[in-house]
């Protein structure tokens, strides 16, 4: 072959490399999302895009066919090419002529190689990554016309390539998912998060609102035992000493008959449209209450919400009874954080020690607790707070003093691909109210943790309701002799102090 017709043949085989490597990957990091609205506005070159994008998986076949032949070809023509120009130079320089073929060969494959991988490799995979839609649109008509030319050849060598794949008993991938699971989401922002690409908060904004459709009114609601209960036959009376005790605005009615089923709800907003006397019962300012099960969704629990226009829903459990209540502000707590009005005592958080270890509230769910800490408790069906993995562990009811070791995750750095380290800590019980764990101190493995203190009576009254087999609204003062923990910490327990409503 003409030295000259082979060095020309070696450019273009090495463009040719070059177009078939910018089509794999302008097409794999082309955003579809863009290229549809552009389509939308009438692109047509990005319609035909978006076609070849819904053929990934053959696409990048083809791709790869032409890389192999045309890249294959370069080796072929390339190496006599270029060693016929190299080898006069090696001659006039006094290179023995034994030497001159095989040195003249080696700089040729030398040649070769660095223009094959600069200009037909590397050069085009950074433009298609850096400009990804307007890449694959300039080469998406030809891109088509490529697939339906060579399409019976790439075909063949995909079913050779699954028959392969089926025989060592791997199922192949048709088509490449475009979308992402909320896992895939949540490791996503997780990445960005530790890189800087997403603020701080903004990361962990994402990360609640993924986590926002797992959770079910079970997860978030105010438990019974911390919500204040009227019944329907007890004077409007009531009500005012419940707004003038607590500060919320609404509060469930129960049925003087059973005591437990909800037949309605009331609160400020009756009472000031009301003209009755204070000595006239609760059901004639009871409006229908918004009933919803323990297990449904939070986002179908905001749906019902904003559907029933009331921002106070009654949770109910499967065996028809009250199990607790949640408010839109709830709702939005998963989402941001905690919310603190006027009404509200400051919100509870984790105390951190200065010897690694942790104070927990025991109302405080495993998920929060991992967000606060970055330690990941054991899970169970059985329990959502740190107070019920404690008790879960004891089978008994807890005592101030007890421990219990327990397994948990450290969360480590997302880009590392080693994964999370599993440790051992141990959960002490600082403090008990109403026989469960209120404040727990979290000590992970080598952290001694601080002295206990001298275990006192847990003072903390049982929020004014309808007691098991007492009387409705009967009322429990707070113990002065409660623990100095427990004073100290008393402020702070947002969700445990939180009752029925705002």
Partial sequence: ???????????????????????????????????????????????????????????????????????????????????????????????????VPGVAIALAVAVATVVQMVLGELAPKNLGIARPEPVAKFLARSTLVYLKVAGPVIRLFDSAATGLLRK???????????????????????????????????????????????????????????????????????LLDAVREHGHSRYPVLCRRTGEDVVGVTGVRELLRSDLADDDPLELITRPALLVPDSLPLPVVLERMRA????????????????GVVTVEDLAEELVGELVDENDPEPAGVVAGGDGTWDVPGTLRLDEVERATGLSLPESDGYDTIAGLVLSVLGRMAEPGDAVPVTLTVEGDPLEAD????????????????RVPEWVRLAPAGHAGRDLPEAEPAGRAAEPGIPEGGAPGEDSREDPHESSHERAHQGSMARSGRVSGR
């Fill in 419 to 434: 994964g999370p380290d599993e440790a051992e800590a141990v959960l002490t019980v600082l403090s008990v109210h109403r």
């Fill in 308 to 323: 029933a226009r009331d921002d106070l829903a009654c949770v109910i459990d499967e065996y028809g009874g009250l199990a």
């Fill in 1 to 99: 072959m003409n030295t000259a017709l082979g060095l020309l043949a070696v450019l273009l085989l090495t463009a040719a490399t070059g177009y078939f490597v910018a089509q794999e990957f302008a097409f794999v990091a082309a955003d579809r999302g863009v290229l549809r609205e552009q389509a939308d506005a009438g692109d047509a070159a990005a319609r035909r895009a978006l076609e070849v994008t819904g053929r990934l998986s053959f696409m990048l076949s083809g791709a790869q066919l032409g890389i192999t032949v045309t890249a294959l070809l370069v080796g072929f023509i390339a190496e006599p090419a270029i060693a016929t120009v190299i080898r006069p130079g090696l001659e006039a320089a006094g290179l023995p002529a034994g030497a």
């Fill in 168 to 238: 060592v008993g791997v199922e192949p991938v048709e088509e490449i998912e475009h979308g992402a699971s909320p896992e895939e989401l949540s490791r996503i922002i997780a990445e960005s998060g530790a890189t800087g690409d997403l603020p701080p908060r903004l990361s962990e904004l994402l990360e609640r609102a993924l986590e926002f459709g797992d959770r079910t009114a079970e997860d978030v609601m105010v438990p019974r035992p911390r919500v204040v209960l009227l019944r329907d036959d007890r004077p409007i009376s009531d």
